[in-house]
């Protein structure tokens, strides 16, 4: 079983929608969530950044965290074009002082106008 | 406001030559790190830097040496490319070592190696 699962997508919605984007892990030791978004031919740019179960906004965006069914989700409201992108999630924990970081392979996003 | 900085953005090698990838940050982090991305493979770490004067090799470290010249800059050298070696590679860096701070990325150089 890989360490963080992802569904690559793609994903296709009509402007407006709301999105939902999931990953699954199962490194019980993971504590630190976020969610990256990436245009095409640019770096991840870092969108939300958690390290508890619950739920955190920042405008249109909300991140969820279960940690007890080891299961984290990005919610997009009133979804844009510009919301087009590939969206990584990631989740890190510290060992022996040093970061272990593991990504999620993305999944794939276009909203249509 | 630049963040991190990778040079060159493109580049075209034939198999056997040397290349530098040079990356420098300018918000004072301590880590550094050096990934490539493949599709259907994610990011893979190559080498990180915890902080000047140290590396340590990820998970994809073969092929590839590195160099912290200083708290600003981290270069990532491949001595002889191979067509395997063709990838996007990104230079991320953050405040300090444990989980508890995210990474923040370049925007990558594309590498093609024929």
């Known amino acids: 079983q890989k360490e963080v699962e992802q569904d690559p997508g793609p994903l296709s919605v009509p402007e407006g929608a709301i999105v939902s984007l999931n990953c699954t892990y199962s490194n019980s030791a993971f504590q630190y969530f976020m969610w990256y978004r990436q245009y095409s031919r640019k770096g991840p740019e870092l969108l939300m950044y958690?390290?508890?179960?619950g739920n955190k906004e920042d405008g249109r965006f909300t991140a969820q965290v279960d940690k007890s069914s080891k299961y984290i989700s990005l919610f997009i409201r009133d979804s844009q074009p510009s919301d087009s992108a590939t969206y990584l999630c990631?989740?890190?924990?510290?060992?022996?002082?040093?970061?272990?970081?593991?990504f999620g392979k993305g999944t794939k996003l276009t909203v249509n106008p | 406001n630049a963040g991190v900085t990778q040079t060159p953005k493109f580049q075209v090698l034939k198999t056997g030559q040397s290349m530098t990838l040079q990356c420098a940050q300018d918000?004072?982090?301590?880590?550094m790190y050096w990934y490539r991305q493949d599709p259907g493979m994610g990011l893979r770490l190559i080498y990180y830097?915890?902080?000047?004067?140290?590396?340590d090799k990820g998970e994809v470290p073969n092929g590839y040496n590195v160099s912290r010249l200083n708290k600003r800059e981290f270069s990532l050298r491949l001595e002889s490319a191979a067509p395997s070696q063709t990838s996007v590679y990104f230079c991320?860096?953050?405040?300090?070592?444990?989980?508890?701070?995210?990474?923040?990325f370049g925007d990558g150089t594309r590498l093609s190696i024929l």
């Open positions: 958690t390290y508890s179960s």
């Open positions: 830097s915890a902080s000047e004067g140290t590396t």
């Open positions: 990631a989740m890190s924990t510290t060992q022996g002082g040093s970061e272990k970081l593991v």
């Open positions: 991320a860096s953050k405040k300090g070592t444990g989980g508890n701070q995210p990474q923040h």
């Open positions: 918000m004072n982090h301590n880590s």
